[in-house]
């Protein structure tokens, strides 16, 4: 499903976060989110999920997420926030069962196509044989898996999901990546913040990098990951290679090298 | 522990607590006398007794109890936090205040439903300020300060406004109104809280998916679909609605809603949806056995229900306090 944004401003408490972004988030493609802390990408997130009022338009299918309901708009796309909330010690099943909330109407049992659908999540996300354990108890890096399971089980033709690999080994970053590029495969469009820039130029399909509220440069990672792009957004020299799977990346030194004598 | 089980159980609890409460008390009947003057009449006094003395001061030990168990399982649920209880976060002491200033200033005149109306606006008011604290992201520390702030002032404000009021009889009607009890109500008291009750109870089911979905905290609630706004709307009416009309002809009766969901969470899968049938039967059984005790501890003298749920309540809250302290500083 094609989620388009245009001319998408936001203000919080008063000062503007976002300035007149445009955006078009194509189904099948990993589309990864990148920029410094602050550059706005949390906002963007969050006003593309119907989270956060904005100024401008934006649309999942042809349709203006402003006038869904909210049970509607959970039925379109899923939202991992960054922040990893675990109130309760419930069991990573049940974590993964609120995933399908949005589809039981007033019904309140699972039924087989829940089940599945739950099932083959936690298998994705590697979570099955911790499926009867307390998320609560859970390391950081294996609650994040839960709650992407969650996410997944919702099962919708939109996936956003801020920071998914943030707190992960690497083994797991990889396999996080792999699976939205499954799902993404599967016909969902995919849009994930990174902080990691070789993660995200060696598993996005496209690359979306954020400064100050504005687009800075979107296009394949072949493209955007630049020296002249990384020394604009992120202030950073980096070494930029390419091998057959794309482009791998390793980050050296600031631009301006800031440290001074005492 | 299936949930079929557990809630079985505990409705035999309540059942078994129930009975005991209508056998017990000054007057001297045996039990297959009072059950026969319950059912089937007979004997003048004992018929008077049971159905106008025993009968509604056990169903409402039972209501109120059900009440404050889901009021407090409810609450616990929406603020992600638990501590929270209609008890000690000053709800049931506002509901008395509102009752208080409401019967005695006049207001209302001296209608049946003044009470109940006053009892509720007190209640409705407290939940909207400790929702407007919590969402602030107050920490869990912040929300109990605040609302045993909140319980402290609701209390002297009661006792306040009964010091001014002429009536002669206003010390003791502090007493009733901070500790709460179950003496001398009668079928009007359970017809009245009815209604109330069963609209409170009604509001929170309804929000109980939202109180799941709010497991995973507001934002990635209301990325599965959930009105936060609406829910907490109907967890304020509902609370309001059933510590409100409890309070309106019990008191302020504390601390049922925090050791009923502490002591069934276990038992259950933990979700805040699946704890609220449990609660309130839980708090049905814990009141009316708490009200059996307050009428037979002491013999000839009768203590109000409020101070054994408190000399229950209280050091299990310090316990639950200092188990969770690294949590809550």
Redesign the interface.
Known sequence: MHVKASNVSVSLSGRQVLHRVDLDLEPGQVTGLLGPNGAGKSTLMRALTGQLACQGEIETGGKAIAVMSEAERATIVAWLPQQRVLSWPISVQSVVELGRLPWHGWRRTMSRADQEKCAEAMRLLDVSGIAERPATELSGGEQARVLMARAVAQDTPVLVADEPASGLDPAHQISMMAVLRKLAGQGRTVFVSLHDLSLAARWCDRLVLMKDGVVAADGPPAKVMTEAVLRQVYGITARIGRDDCGVWLAPLGLTQCEVKDG | MSRLRLISMLAVLVIAACALSLLIGPAQIGPMDSIAALVAGGNEAAMVIMREIRLPRALLAVLIGFSLGVAGAALQGML?NPLAEPGIIGVSASASLGAVLLFYTGLAGASLLALPAGALAGAAASVLILLAISATQASTITLVLAGVALASLAGAMTSLVLNLSPNPYASYEIIFWLLGSLKDRSVDHVWLVIPLMLLGWAALWASS?TL??????E??A??????IPRARAMVVCGVALCVGAGTAVSGAIGFIGLIVPHLV?PLT????SQLLLPAGLGGAALLTFADIVARTVIPERELNVGVVTALIGAPFFLWLVIRSRRELF
């Open positions: 992600r998916r799941d979905a709010l497991s995973l905290g934002e990635g209301s990325g599965l679909g959930a009105n969470r899968n933990r979700l805040p």
